[in-house]
């Protein structure tokens, strides 16, 4: 999964370096629309997730039918549904961005790369869930080949439109999003080779069968995809006022965002690893094991998550040289380096034990704190430091360490209080 993970990101990273020797405002306008393209993205998200939980609950509870149903509605419901979402979003790609307060030519290029990844949003669509049924039913090693060819196609596909390519349909910021478009494909591929090559078991539902399943997923992903939702509008939210500042002030967000994505990587892929393994342990009524397996978990993610933001911090020059020479980026990134420590080892903590509680089904409370917290302080909070109070981007991360710190500590008290566990006993009996 952590393999998994440092792919996907890398999709990201890759563009955004290769982008930088083209033009600031292709940076700026593809960093901006991201977390708008990662907030739509979100619809399959739900779907992924609340599968994942599904099936991995029923293969500990060993009814595999019932998992092998549920595989078939989620994939079903996904490739629906990104069909359907990407051509409307494709349509209506103006107005849409238009709520992210740029201008000029950034806006153009920004509406052409969302327009372009909306329009094949069913190839994500789909590739994701697939990729998540491939690790819970114990297959992570397709997951990571699809990683590996779908970044080698970005890569030479980004450099190529970029720097070679001389047709005007295919340069820049559109190229660019062709060339993550086709890595999707590639990797929608392997997933399907790997679920035929791997006999993941598949039973079609009856139609009555087919909604009851997809409503316990939804009843798992609804709650968690709100939760992730909220924070990636937040993003967009962040995004918007950020431009505020100017061109160079959202260009550095998205390279200091690129750089710190790798601080929670390790974090977020043994905290996924770990709910699938809490999962099937709830599922088999082994209380006692999945809370001693989460307290292991979350000492081991503190520690990684610590050492390698503490790594970026000492490295941050060479990181950024990367991506540009402007000296202003430069010097900004100490202060919100050393913040972003601050925020890491929260993220290590929440993250862990977050997803323990979504594993045993236990989804509200943390909808709950995390609509709060992140509203109070990665947005509004973040709002007041950066802007009235003129602190700029420092002050957004100020206000997203508050954010996590508080989500840590509250998803702490909900795991030792053991009420996931009489949550997660009815669902059991039923």
């Known amino acids: 999964m952590f393999l998994e993970n440092v792919f996907n990101v890398l999709l990201g990273t890759v563009n955004t370096a290769v982008l930088s020797g083209y033009s600031e405002e292709a940076v ?26 599904v099936v991995s609950n029923d293969i500990g509870a060993e009814k595999l039918d019932r998992a092998a149903k549920a595989t078939f509605s989620a994939v079903t419901l996904c490739t629906v549904a990104g069909l359907l979402c990407g051509i409307v979003l494709a349509i209506f790609a103006p107005p849409v961005v238009r709520c992210m307060n740029l201008e000029g030519m950034v806006y153009e290029e920004a509406v052409l790369y969302f327009r372009v990844r909306m329009a094949a949003l069913v190839v994500s669509a789909a590739s994701s869930v697939m990729l998540a049924l491939l690790r819970c039913y114990g297959h992570p090693r397709s997951t990571i080949v699809a ?8 890569l030479s596909l980004s450099v190529y439109v970029v ?28 997933a399907v080779i790997a679920f ?38 937040s993003q967009v939210i962040t995004n918007s ?17 690129n750089i710190l994505n790798y601080a929670y990587l390790f974090s977020v892929s043994v905290g996924n690893a770990n709910s699938l393994l809490v999962g099937r342990l709830c599922g088999a009524g082994r ?5 001693a397996l989460n307290r292991t978990v979350v000492k081991v993610t503190i520690a990684v998550n610590f050492l390698v933001s503490l790594s970026i911090v000492l490295l941050r020059a060479p990181l950024l040289s990367f991506f540009t020479d402007n000296a202003w980026i430069l010097q900004a990134s100490l202060g919100i380096f050393l913040v972003d420590i601050i925020t890491e080892q929260a993220r290590a903590v929440s993250q862990v ?38 602190w700029g981007l420092i002050g957004c991360w100020i206000g997203l360490a508050l954010d996590e710190t508080v989500r840590a500590v509250a998803t702490v008290y909900r795991w030792r209080s053991g009420k996931w566990i009489y949550f997660h006993k009815p669902k059991e009996e039923s």
């Not at 700026?28 to 939980?53: D, K, R, Y």
């Not at 089904?361 to 709060?372: A, H």
């Open 28 to 53: 700026a306008a593809t960093g901006a629309v991201m977390p708008l393209i990662n907030m739509f993205s979100l619809i399959f998200s739900v779907i992924a997730i609340g599968a994942t939980v």
């Open 147 to 154: 990683g590996l060819a779908s970044n080698v196609c970005n």
């Open 163 to 190: 720097y070679y390519a001389t047709h005007p349909w295919v340069v820049g910021v559109r190229g660019i999003a062709l060339a993550v478009v086709a890595g999707q494909i590639v990797s929608l591929g392997i």
């Open 196 to 233: 035929v090559r791997t006999a993941i078991p598949i039973l079609r539902p009856t139609i009555r069968e087919f909604w009851r399943l997809i409503g316990s997923v939804l009843r798992i992903g609804l709650p968690t995809g709100l939760s992730s939702g909220s924070f990636t509008v």
């Open 241 to 257: 006022y950020v431009a505020v500042l100017g061109p160079t002030a959202l260009s550095a967000k998205v390279y200091y965002t």
């Open 287 to 291: 209380y006692e094991h999945a809370n």
């Open 353 to 390: 034990y977050e997803y323990a509680l979504r594993a045993a089904g236990d989804v509200m409370f943390t909808l709950k704190i995390l609509i709060v917290s992140c509203w109070v302080f990665s947005v509004s909070l973040a709002y007041i430091l950066s802007i009235p109070i003129g």
